[in-house]
């Protein structure tokens, strides 16, 4: 069995975090420093990107991620959040994340408890 990038049996869960570097990085920044619904507008944009990045890898290791990913997305509504949902949705992403940064290159692992402090604090604000 290949484990090639080119095989196209898609990325090792290891490479999909290392090579999101750029797209965790502005993710974080965004949850760092504006304000929750300053997000909104490129909310759907960005969550799309996490999950087609996140379904590259090959196998279901993160599934649940990828369906709570979609839960937010759903929750968003195109501009006419769920609070409740949202905060909810928020709450869960940043224990997702959490497990992920266990298993996580040491680049990543720091960035991804970063991202779900983030998420945590941002669940905190609803």
Sequence with gaps: MSTSPNSGTGHTPGSVLAGSQTHLEATLHALQTDQLPHLLPAAGDNLYRW?????????DRFAPLI???????????????????????????????????????????????????????????L
């Design 67 to 125: 369906e709570e990913l979609q839960n937010l997305y759903n929750a968003i509504d195109h501009g006419n959040p769920n609070g409740a949902q949202v905060k909810q949705c928020l709450h869960n992403l940043a224990n997702l994340t959490t497990q992920a940064a266990a298993s996580a290159d040491a680049q990543s692992q720091l960035k991804l408890q970063q991202l779900s402090e983030a998420l945590q604090n941002a669940a905190a604000t």
């Design 51 to 59: 999950m087609n990045l996140l379904q590259t890898v090959e196998g």
